[in-house]
């Protein structure tokens, strides 16, 4: 099946780093077949995420939930705050987070040290939704890894991009189609059969 990727930029910084990365491994995807777009906070600037029984009306909050409806699996990026993820990205995830469900994510980040504790909060906010996580992720430093074109620098790094961007799109579309089959099935020994309507 094709796939179709969303990519989301957790910074509120123009022209962010965060951005960039997610525009190497988009590209990355495309070249393996998959469907992609991105979207970028800084850009649709989302209220505070309240429990509400409506959503605000809101055009960045519109075009965000139609880009996650399309999506078949994501691909995540923050900047390392303190070891956390960015607060803008977290609202983002409360909005949606109830069709993360049967798809799969991959998570970069932006980070002098690792960033290994900022994937680890995302993975754990994405199996509370149910969805599916990739196993490793990208983790860049800004300032380093980055040339004047805004591309990644290191052929090792590169090389993780595009192998992250391959098993995003070919294992995304493997587990989207079984849960699509597993939503249209009766069977009630299937993680999906809690989604059917």
Known sequence: MSINILAVSGSMREQSHSAHLCRIVLDECQFFGA??????????????????????????????????????????????????????????????????????????????????????????AIRQCYGWSMPYGISVCGKDDFDENNRLSEPLLHQRARMLARDLTHYGALLRKQFLQDLRSDSPNSFAARYRK
Not at 66 to 89: K, M, N, R, T
Request: aromatic share 14%; net charge negative.
């Open 35 to 124: 469907h992609t777009r991105l979207l970028d906070l800084a850009e649709l600037d989302l209220p505070m995420f309240r429990s509400f029984d409506t959503m605000p009306d809101h055009d960045g909050l519109r075009h965000a939930q139609e880009s996650v409806q399309w999506a078949d699996a994501f691909f995540l990026v923050s900047p390392d705050y303190h070891g956390s993820i960015s607060g803008a990205l977290k609202n983002f995830m409360d909005y949606h987070w109830s069709v993360y469900a049967g798809k799969l994510f991959g998570y970069g980040c932006i980070s002098h040290e690792k960033g290994l504790t900022v994937m680890d909060q995302m993975r754990t």
